[in-house]
């Protein structure tokens, strides 16, 4: 009896471990609406393949700031759905009408994963960004 109650006992330390690293590994994407733009005045959607135009901050979960297109003054342009900028961005803009605002809190395995981007951005960090759509740059398709 003892050496069953045993492994069940260790069988339920083992199932509760594992069921905390692939809780850890699985956290998704977040997206949250700061700012809804009516239905009627959204004239077009963000989709794969769109030149975007946008302001950004970026923090750690922290506060720290990494990074902002703000005191620029010039927005953030990029191809959408391209990999030209972190898996969270090209899955969390898509949908948006211009003059749209989001936070989005991206898990390390979206962002900069395990090694990070050093020196402002540790390993396995959480990314957390309010964006802003300024404009969308769509080719028209032949």
Not at 52 to 66: I, K, R
Not at 67 to 95: A, E, M, N
Request: charged fraction near 25%; proline fraction near 5%.
């Amino acid at each position: 009896m003892r050496g069953l109650t045993a492994s069940l006992l260790l069988c339920l330390v083992v199932a509760s471990c594992l069921s905390s690293v692939l809780a850890a590994k699985g956290k998704s994407l977040r997206i949250g609406i700061k700012k809804r733009v009516p239905e009627a005045d959204c004239r077009i959607k963000s989709r794969k393949g769109d030149s975007l135009s946008m302001h950004y901050t970026g923090t750690l979960e922290d506060g720290t700031e990494f990074d902002s297109s703000i005191p620029r003054g010039d927005p953030f342009v990029f191809t959408l759905g391209q990999g030209q900028v972190i898996k969270g961005w090209d899955q969390g803009l898509l949908s948006m009408c211009e003059g749209e605002k989001r936070r989005l809190v991206i898990p390390s395995d979206l962002g900069y994963g395990d090694r990070g981007s050093p020196p402002k951005i540790p390993g396995g960090a959480t990314l957390i960004f309010e964006v802003e759509l300024i404009h969308i740059n769509r080719k028209t398709e032949l």
